[in-house]
């Protein structure tokens, strides 16, 4: 079966840090531009990174500088490092891919979601 799955969500204090996974099965994660989107209760669901598996990876303004992403294609895990945590960051995260190098903003390009992880930061 194909799928993603997050882990490594939590509970922090402003300014501290959490790394997000998404490990792939059934898929060669190599192959697959990965999204990490974000939703806030009350607010719409937006990107905040894609890695397009060519090295290049595509942020959004408000975590630029913080937020980081490094693959591990042979355990087939992306990594989201998040350093310097801000309440506005609290939300749960989501793991999505698409096969290919081609990434997008749209929550509906990428072909396989995970379940979400929460984070949580304290001010």
């Known amino acids: 079966q194909k799928q993603v799955l997050e882990s490594g969500g939590g509970l922090v204090q402003a300014g501290g840090s959490l790394r997000l996974s998404c490990t792939a099965s059934?898929?060669?994660?190599?192959?697959?531009?990965v999204g990490w989107f974000r939703q806030a209760p009350g607010k719409e669901r937006e990107e905040v990174l894609c890695?397009?598996?060519?090295?290049?990876?595509y942020y959004l303004d408000s975590v630029k500088g913080r937020f980081t992403v490094s693959r591990d294609n042979p355990k087939n895990t992306l990594y989201l490092q998040m350093n310097d945590l801000k309440p506005e960051d609290t939300a749960t995260y989501y793991c999505?891919?698409?096969?290919?190098?081609?990434?997008?903003?749209?929550?509906?390009?990428?072909?396989?979601y995970g379940q979400g992880t929460q984070v949580t930061v304290s001010s």
């Open positions: 890695n397009n598996n060519r090295d290049t990876t």
């Open positions: 059934g898929l060669t994660f190599s192959n697959y531009a």
């Open positions: 999505a891919a698409t096969l290919g190098s081609i990434c997008s903003r749209a929550w509906s390009y990428y072909g396989y």
